[in-house]
């Protein structure tokens, strides 16, 4: 598969230091979301677990990337993606996310039959429990990342810091017994035709399964005219309980309620029911719950990484302190609770 022949014309650019994003069209019609390195880091972004993702699933597709232009690049159906589309006041913009949103959960609940290739956890979970642990390293700001750790000791309290630790080991820890059930259909959703989809982990010797490791709203695109729903998925793939991907999704959701008010007051369409309900019974929402507490946490440690120390991380460590105490209540519909 080689990448897509591109047009000239107008790419929209943006990113952090982690990582840089083009979008621009396609020859077809279509449009290459390519990603590349950003500046504060030191290699390419990479996609070695990328071959054992379904390639057919209900709902969103989840699109791979190919290697192009020292990034990668992936081929989706709208130049926008949900969390952009969420800014956009229009009730027609919500019905839009929410339509991506239920697509995600359903492509997401395949993935999950998939056991993990990989007893190594997703890259933004071992980020985030380095800086629990107080061993961060690697890319960025190193300096940046330990006054905002220090900064979250002072207001969080060693007991807070101990719990969120606790989190990250959590949801990267096999369940005592299966959690979520087969997809519909004839069990063989992990494509290889030995009718075993179902299964969670029994054979990969850890009983954790693949999970997309940073399914945001970010990654999540919506067509612009026809075509599926896009999931970008391939490079923060790893090994963890499905309740991560559901908490990713639904901590974004919570975090923009929270940063942007107005947005969170409106009536119209649950977004965390709708993603809940496409993903189906089963999950355990106490965990996803929490999970979307790590996913605001790794927002505010990787800011602080990527894009240096700003004043406004100070409202963070008080916002993601509520999370803690309230385990994540918030981001799941009618609290949480699993059924």
């Given amino acids: 598969m080689t990448p897509a022949a591109r047009v000239d014309g107008p790419a929209a650019e ?49 699109v791979t990337p190919v290697v192009s232009d020292a990034g990668l ?6 130049p926008y993606s949900a969390a952009a589309w969420l800014r956009d006041p229009r009730p027609a913009a919500r019905r839009l ?16 039959t998939t056991p993990a290739p990989t007893g190594a956890p997703p890259p933004a979970l071992t980020r985030l429990r380095g800086f629990a642990d107080g061993t961060d390293g690697g890319d960025g700001d190193l300096a940046a990342v330990r006054c905002l750790r220090e900064q979250a000791l002072r207001v969080w309290g060693a007991a807070r810091l101990s719990t969120l630790r606790s989190w990250c ?8 017994a299966p959690t979520v059930a087969p997809a519909s259909g004839d069990g063989d959703d992990d494509g290889d035709g030995d009718g075993d989809g179902g299964e969670r982990g029994d054979r990969d010797g850890h009983g954790l399964v693949l999970v997309h490791g940073f399914a945001s709203l970010g ?25 991560l991907d559901l908490g990713w999704l639904l901590g974004d959701l919570a975090e ?3 940063a942007v008010p ?16 496409a993903y189906g019974p089963g999950a355990d929402r106490e965990l996803a719950a ?35 105490d309230e385990e994540g209540r918030r981001a799941v519909p009618g609290g949480a609770t699993t059924r």
């Fill in 169 to 176: 080991a959590e949801v990267a820890t096999p369940a005592s």
């Fill in 219 to 243: 990654a999540l695109v919506p067509p612009l005219s026809r075509g599926p729903v896009a999931l970008l998925t391939g490079e923060d793939l790893g090994a963890a309980r499905p309740e």
């Fill in 73 to 78: 690049a992936y081929l989706a159906d709208g």
């Fill in 290 to 324: 929490r999970a979307a507490v790590l996913r605001i946490a790794t927002h505010m440690r990787d800011f602080a990484a990527y894009c240096g120390w700003s004043d406004e991380l100070a409202y963070y460590t008080a916002f993601v302190a509520d999370l803690i």
């Fill in 97 to 112: 996310a929410a339509h991506a949103l239920a697509s995600a959960g359903t492509a997401l609940r395949h993935l999950h």
């Fill in 14 to 62: 943006f990113g952090t230091g982690l990582q840089l994003t083009r979008v621009r069209p396609t020859a077809d019609g279509r449009h290459e979301w390519w990603h590349g390195a950003g500046s504060r880091r030191a290699s390419p972004p990479a996609a070695p677990l990328a071959a054992h993702v379904p390639r057919h699933t209900a709902g969103a597709r989840l």
């Fill in 262 to 277: 107005v947005w969170g007051e409106e009536p119209g369409v649950d977004l965390p029911a709708v993603l809940l309900d």
């Fill in 256 to 258: 923009l309620a929270w």
